[in-house]
Nanobody
Framework: QVQLVESGGGSVQAGGSLRLSCAAS????????MGWFRQAPGKEREGVAT????????YYADSVKGRFTISQDNAKNTLYLQMNSLKPEDTAMYYC?????????????????????WGQGTQVTVSS
């Protein structure tokens, strides 16, 4: 089992920055990739970014490229999402997710169903 706990969410003005953290515990040795998803009211959960534990390959949604950076600190079993130049449309509940199955890197990374562990979410609100 893998437990995920997000933190770092909050309210910020447009153009500001936030850094989300996801602390992982449990059988973290079985984790193949970790990612960030977000969901706004009335919208489907969408993939924001994913990083693979082996090699560090990353993938980003087009809407956040150049503004968000996903990273991991394996020594601390922590995943990060640095969010810069935030926009009101970034407002959503952000979830940390992990996949313990050996999926091919990049294949369906943006689909929530590929991940088998989820955190409780942290709210990010960007005001104009």
């Amino acid at each position: 089992q893998v437990q995920l706990v997000e933190s770092g969410g909050g309210s910020v003005q447009a153009g500001g920055s936030l850094r989300l953290s996801c602390a992982a515990s449990g059988y973290t040795y079985s984790t193949y990739c970790m990612g960030w998803f977000r969901q706004a009211p009335g919208k489907e959960r969408e993939g924001v970014a994913t990083i693979y534990t082996g090699g560090g390959t990353t993938y980003y949604a087009d809407s956040v490229k150049g503004r968000f950076t996903i990273s991991q600190d394996n020594a601390k079993n922590t995943l990060y999402l640095q969010m810069n130049s935030l926009k009101p449309e970034d407002t959503a509940m952000y979830y940390c997710a992990a996949d313990t199955r050996p999926v091919v890197p990049g294949r369906d990374w943006y689909k929530a169903g590929r991940y088998n562990y989820w955190g409780q979410g942290t709210q990010v609100t960007v005001s104009s």
